[in-house]
C-alpha cells in the first residue's frame, strides 16, 4: 500500500482514490487482516476505468500476488459529505433506485481522537448488526488509518434492505443518534450506489450471482 501511491497518482483518469486495510473479523477492529486490502477508486471515465484494470502495472502486479479478487463497478446515486475535503463521487442523476437491484454503500469518517473510546464503545454490536441484517450481501469494515480514519462498504440485495436496516434496526438508529449527538466526527461521506456489475469472488462467492 504504501509504494503504491505514486503510480496511482499517474494512472490516466483515476480521478481519486484510497487504499485501506480491513478488520480481522470482517468487520470493524483493533486487529488488521493482513491478507486483505481494497482499492476504492473514482474515474473520469469508464473508458479509463477499463484500461487501468487491463494494463496498468500496479494492478497486474496486484493480481500476480492475490489468490482472490472481487471488483465491482458503481453507480453513485447519493452522496454527501467529504473525504480529504474532497467529494469525489459526481452524482448526475436523481433518478430513483430500483428498489429491487442490488445497491452498495460506503461509510466512512475521521473520528475526533478524544471521542475514539465512545466511538470504539459501539463498534462490534453496530458490525454485528449490519453483518445479519435481512437482506446484506457481504460487508466489511475498512481502515485508512488505524483507530481513526474508518470505513465501511456494504452490499444489499436491494434498495429496499438497505432502507429496512438505515431506518428501522435499533443498533444502527442508536449509533445514529449519538454519532449527532456528542459529535463523533471531524469529517464523514456517505456514499450510495447502484451496482453495475462485478467480476471475482469474495470469500469464494461471486456476490452477483442471484442477479
Do not use: C
Amino acid at each position: 500500500m504504501g509504494t503504491a501511491q505514486a503510480p496511482l497518482k499517474r494512472a490516466v483518469g483515476l480521478r481519486f482514490f484510497k487504499l485501506a486495510g480491513t478488520g480481522a473479523d470482517g468487520g470493524f477492529g483493533v486487529w488488521p487482516n493482513l491478507q486483505r486490502y481494497v482499492l476504492m477508486a473514482a474515474w473520469d471515465s469508464a473508458e479509463a476505468a477499463a484500461a487501468f484494470f487491463a494494463t496498468h502495472p500496479q494492478w497486474q502486479a496486484y493480481q500476480e500476488r492475490s489468490t482472490e479478487i472481487w471488483t465491482a463497478r458503481l453507480q453513485p446515486l447519493k452522496a454527501h459529505g467529504l473525504w480529504d475535503g474532497v467529494q469525489p463521487f459526481d452524482v448526475a442523476t436523481t433518478e430513483m433506485p430500483d428498489l429491487d437491484g442490488p445497491m452498495a454503500v460506503l461509510t466512512r469518517a475521521s473520528i475526533r481522537l478524544r471521542k475514539t473510546p465512545r466511538f470504539w464503545r459501539y463498534v462490534a454490536p453496530t458490525s454485528a448488526a449490519v453483518a445479519h441484517a435481512p437482506g446484506v450481501v457481504a460487508s466489511i469494515g475498512l481502515g485508512e488509518l488505524p483507530i481513526v480514519r474508518q470505513a465501511t462498504f456494504s452490499m444489499w440485495e436491494s434498495a429496499r434492505a438497505m432502507q429496512q436496516y438505515a431506518y428501522r434496526d435499533a443498533t444502527h438508529k442508536e449509533v445514529i443518534r449519538r454519532t449527532r449527538q456528542e459529535q463523533w466526527y471531524g469529517e464523514e461521506l456517505f456514499a450510495r450506489f447502484r451496482v453495475l456489475s462485478s467480476e471475482g469472488t469474495w470469500d469464494g462467492r461471486d456476490l452477483l450471482a442471484d442477479y
